[in-house]
Each structure stands twice: as structure tokens, then as C-alpha cells.
């Protein structure tokens, strides 16, 4: 399951250096989340760390990118192997 940002996003800035996949960026009004580099910290930590620092927890588990931690361990494993 990848994160999601709603619209509940204050823009504070907290969530895109945290993310250690690079997978949080500015969008036109609020932060997003790219889908195929959120492994929701898998690999790196043991909870969202976007989701940690988020002042309004405006953060979500996306309904539209369903993973088990299997899948997200698999996308880590990836995402490492293209960096290297």
C-alpha cells in the first residue's frame, strides 16, 4: 500500500525530507506521494515516517494501491538495486 496526502494538506514542508525513497513532492496545491516509490518507510523503518511528522495527519494508507508488507519489501528491494 502506497501513502496518500488529502487535501487536508497544510503544505508544511515535513513530509518530503523524511521520505527515504524520494516518493513525496510539491504538487500544484498540496504535497503528493508517488505510488511506485512509497513502500511506507518498509526497508528503511518500522513506521510511515511521513505519517510520524505530519502536524494534521492529513496522511492516508492509499484505497487504490493495496500492498502486503511482502510486495513492499519486493518494491524496496527494487527501488535499492536501481540506486545502486
Known amino acids: 500500500m502506497a501513502m496518500l496526502i488529502t487535501d487536508e494538506c497544510i ?4 513530509c518530503e525530507p523524511e521520505c527515504p525513497n524520494g516518493a513525496i513532492t510539491q504538487g ?5 506521494i508517488e505510488p511506485s516509490l512509497c ?6 523503518f ?10 494534521v495527519d492529513c496522511i492516508i494508507v492509499d ?3 493495496q500492498e502486503t508488507k511482502d510486495q513492499l ?12
Open 46 to 55: 518500522t513506521t510511515s515516517q511521513c505519517v510520524d511528522v505530519c502536524p
Open 28 to 32: 500544484e496545491e498540496i504535497y503528493q
Open 11 to 14: 503544505n508544511c514542508d515535513v
Open 39 to 44: 513502500t511506507e518507510c518498509v526497508g528503511h
Open 73 to 84: 519489501m519486493s518494491k524496496y528491494q527494487g527501488l535499492m538495486q536501481e540506486a545502486s
Open 63 to 65: 484505497p487504490d494501491c
